[in-house]
């Protein structure tokens, strides 16, 4: 039996996101339009709308949706920027990131993933405003740069700097950083030339890998 998607939709977006604080309504329309079952392998796909990260292959998941949804929040993305979204992964997260703001430039180190990527946000036709690029985002991609509002899924020892540099003012980061496996979610906004910082959660993500990385 096929489930009734866009019900599962529905229920995830009341019971993971409404429930437990995300109020910004773009957001919410974003994770009730984007077809999360269409981004999760196969063997999987009955688990799409679980309360928790599904793996995607080659040891990497995607995020939790309330994650992703409490990520695409602390952006406070009103249409008009350019995201870079570093952990491209299924594209999944680039799609919400993509009904929320007017371009993103989804980087993915892996390249089976980032063709998977591609693939899954071309067949759903969700990736007119979305660049998927293969490489190292822990170095940012300075060629789209500045860029308003950058997102991390994947946990750095530090913020790594060529991201810091290559926000916009304003501008809005939000970054895993910690150990292996207990994390905190920052969030950082420069504004005015001052940069703030403060942490969101704690949360756990797979490592980020490359230059500014764990290698
Ligand atoms: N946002 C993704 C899931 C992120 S999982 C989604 O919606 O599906 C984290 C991803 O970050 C993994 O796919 C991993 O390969 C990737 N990654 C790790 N280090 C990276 C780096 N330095 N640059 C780009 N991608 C990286």
């Not at 995020?63 to 009103?78: C, D, R, V």
């Not at 759903?124 to 190292?136: E, F, K, P, S």
């Not at 740069?145 to 501008?171: K, R």
Request: hydrophobic fraction near 40%; aromatic fraction near 6%.
């Amino acid at each position: 039996m096929i489930p009734d998607w866009p019900s599962e939709r529905r229920r995830m977006v009341d019971r993971q996101l409404r429930k437990r604080g995300i109020r910004d309504p773009r957001v919410l329309d974003a994770m009730l339009a984007i077809p999360r079952e269409e981004f999760v392998p196969p063997e999987c796909r009955v688990s799409s709308y679980q309360d928790e990260p599904l793996q995607i292959g080659n040891g990497q998941t995607i995020s939790q949706p309330y994650m992703i949804a409490l990520m695409a929040e602390l952006l406070e993305l009103t249409g008009v920027e350019t995201v870079l979204d570093v952990g491209g992964g299924s594209g999944y997260h680039a799609a919400v990131l993509g009904r929320l703001a007017a371009r993103v430039v989804s980087i993915e180190i892996i390249p089976a993933l980032a063709r998977q990527a591609e693939q899954n946000l071309s067949r759903t036709g969700l990736g007119a405003n979305v660049t998927v690029i293969c490489g190292d985002g822990s170095q940012g991609w300075p060629a789209a740069a500045p860029y308003q509002a950058i997102s991390v899924a994947a946990a750095a020892p530090d913020i790594p700097e060529p991201l810091l540099s290559q926000l916009d003012d304003p501008g809005r980061l939000v970054i895993p950083v910690g150990n292996r496996f207990d994390q905190e979610l920052r969030v950082i906004v420069k504004s005015e030339g001052v940069t703030r910082e403060r942490i969101a959660t704690f949360c756990r993500f797979v490592p980020l890998r490359g230059d500014a990385g764990w290698r």
